[in-house]
């Protein structure tokens, strides 16, 4: 849960939900480190880092990476997706810089992965 925390205050209001299905997917599919480099996010940080308010000031989402900021591609990229999506992640955004992918659980928003 601590990953999850808000940089600038600390206040944490991540989803639990959200949290079990990241840590499930780090343990039983990925089997690699996986860092959160933002989770939630309180109104000041998101307005700070130009986000749209929609994920993570709701608790709703996290951006991860891989350990050193390695690329995530191939099998390793492969075996991610599958993990998230069968943990019941399927709102996905693959960045073409390849090293950071945005998740998020908001049923209210269109299902899918992107690419941006």
């Known amino acids: ?13 991540i989803s639990p939900e ?3 299905k990241l840590e499930e997917v780090r343990v039983m ?3 690699r480190p996986l860092v959160v480099s933002s ?13 749209t308010g929609a994920n993570h000031p709701k608790g709703l ?3 991860l990476v891989a350990p050193g900021n390695r ?14 999506v069968e943990q019941g992640v399927t709102r996905i955004v693959l ?11 908001n049923q209210n928003l269109p299902q899918g992965i992107f690419i941006k």
């Open 18 to 20: 959200l949290v079990e």
């Open 95 to 105: 960045y073409r810089d390849e090293r950071h992918i945005h998740v998020d659980i």
């Open 39 to 51: 989770g939630y996010r309180c109104d000041k940080h998101e307005a700070e880092v130009g986000g």
């Open 61 to 63: 989402a996290g951006d």
């Open 1 to 13: 849960m601590e990953e999850f925390a808000c940089p600038c205050c600390g206040e944490n209001k």
């Open 71 to 84: 690329k995530i591609i191939g099998q390793n990229l492969l075996d991610l997706i599958m993990g998230l």
């Open 29 to 31: 599919y990925y089997r």
